[in-house]
């Protein structure tokens, strides 16, 4: 409602969304999410905002008596959590039993994506990796947003589509890793003085405010209120102190793709012998096998 209500002093005023993003020193998409509702006005922008379009005040005491830290169901939670990651100026994250979405290589994501609600459903598992990886582009860049992602062990060593694409994946992170807007730390499986019990993230935005996003079963839940993000942040922090350092974690997910390369060639030594011993049983059975007696041409 209150963004209902920017959209018409705006209108009222004759000026376009551009135009007042100029105003408040802001770009014209700000504006759109601001008029959409799907994101937040500080006070001083809204005060701004009253006073150029001559409200009277009134826009001042319509964001006054909304609760901006509502905790509300959205049907689009994970779109709306997609929409603020892409504009982060930084991210951080920390994940238990699953690799960090942001790190995820392709074969990966098609493995979790399997064992998930689309499992056996080959478009709609073939259309989320893609969105996926679509989202991890703007960090590839070398002046990409900064992503400092700590991983419970449990995040390496938990398998997703047998040891060939654990092995794939951990190469991927030791390649991540090199890049210099990403760090990847390990803390060696549950943290002892850590609050977190489930994966979350911290979305820094343009504008100073920080967003936290955490996940349950059917629902993401995402947090601009000063007390939460403190709370978290603070947990955040606690993991930082427990994680291994930067070294440290490098040789730990570097031990854990040659133990993923060793099972992928166990699990091909076996294959090819599970094969062999096949062949021979075949040829056993065609050996030990009744004769059929064929007729002789008579002469």
């Known amino acids: 409602m209150f963004g209902e209500a920017l959209r018409f002093a705006r209108e009222r005023a004759g000026l376009k969304q551009d135009e007042l993003g100029t105003v408040l020193h802001c770009h014209r998409t700000q504006i759109t999410r601001y008029e959409s509702g799907k994101r937040a006005m500080d006070r001083r922008m809204v005060e701004l905002a009253d006073e150029e379009l001559d409200m009277g005040g009134l826009l001042v005491r319509l964001w006054e008596r909304v609760d901006w830290h509502a905790d509300i169901e959205h049907p689009d939670w994970f779109q709306s959590h997609v929409d603020r990651e892409s504009e982060a100026v930084a991210v951080r994250t920390f994940h238990i039993a699953v690799v960090d979405g942001l790190l995820q290589c392709r074969e990966y994501a098609e493995a979790v994506f399997a064992s998930s609600d689309a499992a056996g459903n080959r478009d709609l598992i073939r259309q989320r990796t893609m969105a996926r990886l679509a989202r991890q582009e703007r ?14 062990e449990s995040a390496i060593r938990t398998v997703y589509g047998g040891p060939g694409v654990m092995r794939r994946q951990m190469e991927h992170l030791l390649a991540m890793a090199k890049r210099p807007n990403i760090g990847i730390r390990i803390t060696p499986f549950a943290p002892r003085g850590a609050s977190l019990t489930v994966s979350m993230m911290l979305l ?13 079963l059917d629902r993401g839940h995402a947090s601009d209120s000063p007390e939460t993000v403190a709370r978290h942040r603070r ?3 606690l993991l930082t102190g427990e994680a291994l350092s930067v070294t440290e974690s490098l040789t730990r997910m570097a031990d854990a793709l ?10 091909r030594r076996d294959h090819m012998a599970q094969e062999q011993l096949q062949r021979r049983e075949r040829r056993r059975l065609h050996r030990g096998s009744p004769r059929i007696p064929r007729s002789r041409p008579r002469t």
């Open 258 to 267: 040659e133990e993923f390369r060793n099972d992928e060639e166990r699990a």
């Open 235 to 237: 947990s955040y922090d």
């Open 139 to 152: 960090f590839l860049d070398p002046d990409g947003p900064l992503l400092l992602a700590i991983l419970d």
């Open 204 to 216: 820094d935005m343009p504008d100073g405010r920080t967003y936290t996003y955490s996940e349950s």
